[in-house]
Nanobody, 125 residues
Framework: QLQLVESGGGLVQPGGSLRLSCAAS????????IGWFRQAPGKEREGVAC????????RYTDSVKGRFTISRDRANNMVYLQMDSLNPEDTAVYYC??????????????????WGQGTQVTVSA
């Protein structure tokens, strides 16, 4: 059974950092694009960052550029989202998603077919 499992969410003060992890179960990330999305209460889900596993090409939404970093660990079949300089507007449920892709780049409106259960990130003093 193919599964994505996120971890690493929690409560952090403004200006703090968190690292989210996404683990694949039942398959490998090779030949996939992996993305992080978030949904805040009352708002639509939005793409945060994505990476093509084979080339490492990345994309970020403007609001997180320079603060968030998506990375992959090919040896351990993991993808991470390092989040620094967090602010209350980053509060949301964060989801890991993927789909099989041979493209050299990823986009947030790609057909993301597999999703994790989400992990809550709360930024508050």
């Amino acid at each position: 059974q193919l599964q994505l499992v996120e971890s690493g969410g929690g409560l952090v003060q403004p200006g703090g950092s968190l690292r989210l992890s996404c683990a694949a179960s039942g398959f490998t990330f090779d030949l996939h694009a992996i993305g992080w999305f978030r949904q805040a209460p009352g708002k639509e889900r939005e793409g945060v960052a994505c990476v093509t596993y084979s080339t490492g090409s990345t994309r970020y939404t403007d609001s997180v550029k320079g603060r968030f970093t998506i990375s992959r660990d090919r040896a351990n079949n993991m993808v991470y989202l390092q989040m620094d300089s967090l602010n209350p507007e980053d509060t949301a449920v964060y989801y890991c998603a993927c789909f099989r892709s041979t493209s050299s780049y990823c986009m947030f409106n790609d057909p993301w077919t597999s999703w994790g259960q989400g992990t809550q990130v709360t930024v508050s003093a």
